[in-house]
């Protein structure tokens, strides 16, 4: 509840900045960045909480302190204003403080002259670099690492959103894809590229003429080669997300699949209630005796959203019309039967929610099984 701007984004240059040099950094150098950044950003707010305490109650007859602000300071001068020390600090002297040793010089210099007010954003930028794995791209040349622009990127999406009819298919292109650009990851250091080629260009001649790959029609070929690493990346969002709606699709098909079942065996504990009535005489043939129970009319799949155990009440009584057993559906409405009662419902249940047996012939039976 601090009013200090702590949230303040970081800007187009400064983003640049930090990526220009952390481009190289290694895992194990990017975590150590984050957990210093919490450290300091923990530092910052208990020491401007301080600050605001000491202004609201100042000591009598005098006037609150006035001290330099997180909005106004950067890392370095922040902490030298906010420590015991009296001495100027070092570079080193401030980051040590929060476990940052194994860094450049550049680096360092980047960290302390960082505005304090940006901690969280830059902390935020660091969490996605480990999130999209871009550490496996340290030893490439920072020259392959340009951003798309929008309009590549809304060309991919538009390319990728095209055979989304087919989620299986090209959920395989995109996994075709991503290897082809792991292979090609290991020429990008070894090679001499034209400038402004496109990374089309480049991957075409990885294959034969005859043998052009379909993934390569996932590549707009305007994306130039210095785009390499936004273009991996990009292409990895995409798989991981159709990765989920195929998880999605297939939990989704089995929920359906286990509601079908549910209902064949509620509807084979309900026949085993029909029993067989035959007359006295049981010399005389058995009567054909009418039996007024409509077979149970296949339900559509495309009916069942949701799994047997979330049937309302409301649900039940519309499938108890469905199978023919409407004179049941006021009763099972009173008692507020919903989908879960029903699934998990024994024989005694039924026969207390007015489930009784009635009289069908032989060949009937045989009809219905």
């Not at 300091?40 to 006035?66: D, I, R, W, Y």
């Not at 034209?194 to 480049?202: A, C, D, G, K, P």
């Not at 989920?244 to 509620?266: G, T, Y």
Request: proline share 5%.
């Amino acid at each position: 509840n601090l009013q200090i701007p702590l949230k303040t984004p970081l800007s187009h240059s400064q983003k640049q900045e930090i990526e220009v040099e952390f481009h190289s950094a290694n895992l194990t150098t990017i975590n150590e960045v984050i957990q210093g950044l919490r450290m300091a950003n923990e530092f910052t707010v208990q020491s401007e909480g301080k600050c605001l305490l000491a202004e609201m109650t100042p000591t009598e007859g005098q006037a609150a302190p006035q001290q330099e602000t997180s909005n106004q300071a950067t890392l370095m001068s922040f902490v030298q204003n906010h420590s015991n020390q009296s001495s100027p600090m070092t570079e080193i002297m401030v980051l040590s403080r929060f476990g940052l040793y194994g860094l450049s010089s550049s680096q360092q210099r980047v960290l302390s002259e960082l505005p304090v007010c940006c901690l969280l954003s830059t902390l935020q930028l660091f969490n996605e670099w480990v999130e999209d794995e871009r550490f496996e791209f340290c030893e490439l040349p920072f020259a392959f690492k340009s951003h798309m622009n929008e309009q590549d990127l809304s060309m991919l999406q538009r390319l990728v959103g095209k055979g989304r009819g087919d989620l299986e298919q090209m959920y395989e292109h995109l996994v075709q894809l991503n290897s082809a650009l792991i292979f090609f990851q290991g020429k990008l250091a070894k090679e001499s590229f034209v400038e402004n080629q496109t990374i089309t260009n480049f991957m075409q001649h990885l294959f034969s003429p005859e043998k052009q790959p379909q993934f390569l029609n996932l590549i707009p070929v305007s994306i130039k080669i210095q785009c390499y690493v936004s273009f991996a990346l990009a292409v990895r969002r995409m798989q991981k997300t159709l990765a989920n709606e195929l998880e999605n699709k297939k939990d989704k098909q089995s929920k359906i699949e286990q509601w079908n079942d549910s209902v064949i065996d509620l509807w084979k504990r309900l026949e085993a209630h029909i029993t067989i009535k035959r007359p006295e005489d049981t010399t005389a043939p058995i009567p054909i005796q009418a039996v007024n129970i409509a077979p149970a009319p296949p339900i559509p799949v495309t009916e069942i959203e949701i799994s047997g155990s979330e049937y309302s009440a409301d649900d039940v009584a519309s499938f108890l019309q469905r199978i023919g057993m409407k004179e049941h559906v006021q009763k099972f409405l009173s008692e507020e039967i919903t989908g879960e009662d029903l699934v998990t419902a024994d024989d005694d249940l039924l026969k207390e929610l007015g489930v009784q047996p009635v009289s069908i012939t032989e060949k009937q039976t045989a009809q219905r099984v």
